[in-house]
């Protein structure tokens, strides 16, 4: 696909979710990337600030079987993937799917479950596959994990260990809405709006799994000069190097940011990628990999502050 249709197919995306969504454009466009780039997303915001929605928004805008699975301290890695049952007719197992058998997965407040139901989701995260007794089935591209979680509400959560948020290619924030925006939202429910029913909004899909494929194909002939990928290098290697950091970013999150800078740069209609497109990337590709020195912490620093410390660091390719 050119990237100037890629361009216009991104801003009818936009123009579409808005008939849904209000003043989400930005963590909604790192959605989309996400979807385009083939990585998970993790979802960060305190409840009521319409995740879910953007979510069933992406899914729909695609075309894209949505399950919603909400995660509690009682669920079971069976109650995700699936379990072999006796068929007494014929005398064979055959396997009733959990609800990973989907495209787009919402695992909603993921921290609540267990670390055995959590990396349950690690093989199909990786490998777009499952595998139950012995027998390997390969999931329904364009296979996409959205995991929500509450930054506030730490009592009777799990936090998700490193190797699993690692799997993410995205941590994105959803902040409160502002005003206007709140305004509006309410003006919407007033006049009817109902988020359970999004046909009814006027929400127009027009892409399906294979306009999905087709574009993540394109994208991997964006150009990417040598110096390009130094930066990134650097960028990944500051990190470790940084006083403030006890665990930097790891191989996978500079391939990560590399993969997620092609597509920004193919959604703004350019066949390459320049520093701006990586430092546009950095912070959602980085934030949820870096762990903090307690002392950094004390200082008032997060992991944001940090990254864009480094950014002014880090000597930017000519």
Known sequence: MPRNDLQALFGRLRQEADKVIVGLEDP??????????????LLEGV?????????????????????????????MPSDILGTSVFDITNGQFHLRQGPI????LLADEINRAPAKTQSALLEAMEERQVNLDGTRYLLDPPFMVIA?????????TYPLPEAQLDRFLFKILVPYADEKTEVEVMRRYHQG????DLASTGLTPFLASNDVAE????????????GILT???????????SPDISLGASTRAATWMLLSAKTYAA????????????????PPVLRHRLLLRPEAEIEGLNADAVIQRLLGQVEVPR
């Open 148 to 156: 929500t979680q509450n930054p506030v509400e730490y009592e009777g």
């Open 101 to 104: 058998f989907t495209q787009i």
């Open 231 to 241: 930066y990134i290098a650097r960028m990944a290697e500051a990190t470790r190097r």
């Open 215 to 226: 574009i993540r194909h394109g994208i991997k002939s964006i150009i990417v000069e040598d």
């Open 267 to 282: 959604l703004q209609g350019r066949d390459f990628v320049t520093p701006d497109d990586v430092k546009f990337v950095a």
């Open 193 to 196: 709006f109902d988020a359970h």
């Open 47 to 75: 409840p009521g600030t319409a995740k879910t929605l953007m979510a069933k928004t992406l899914a729909g805008l695609v075309q894209a079987r949505f399950t919603r699975v909400q995660f509690t301290p009682d669920l």
């Open 28 to 41: 909604f466009e790192l959605l989309v990337m996400a979807l385009l780039t083939g990585g998970h997303v």
